[in-house]
Nanobody, 117 residues
């Protein structure tokens, strides 16, 4: 059974940093494209960043480019999201997703990130 467990969320002031982690089990991690999504209250879930399975190529939402960095450690079955220069509008529940071509994605339970004074 596939499990994705996020951690690292919390409360931080504007301009601060957080590092999210998502540890995967029950799958061959290196075969999966890993992504971070977020959902703010009253809004749809949106893609924040993703990292390819083999090449390690990354892409980001325009709103986080230059501030967030996604990375993966295939030996630890873990994907990270380093978030710097956080803004109030980054407040959301952040979800980890694992997807393999032609298959439905797997999701974690989410971790809350709150950016406020």
């Amino acid at each position: 059974q596939v499990q994705l467990v996020e951690s690292g969320g919390g409360s931080v002031q504007p301009g601060g940093s957080l590092r999210l982690s998502c540890r995967a089990s029950g799958l061959t991690f290196s075969n999966y494209r890993m992504s971070w999504y977020r959902q703010a209250p009253g809004k749809e879930r949106e893609l924040v960043a993703q990292i390819a399975s083999v090449s390690g190529d990354t892409n980001y939402a325009d709103s986080v480019k230059g501030r967030f960095t996604i990375s993966r450690d295939n030996a630890e079955n873990t994907v990270y999201l380093q978030m710097n220069s956080l803004k109030r509008e980054d407040t959301a529940v952040y979800y980890c997703s694992a997807r393999r071509l032609y298959y439905s994605p797997h999701w974690g339970q989410g971790t809350q990130v709150t950016v406020s004074v």
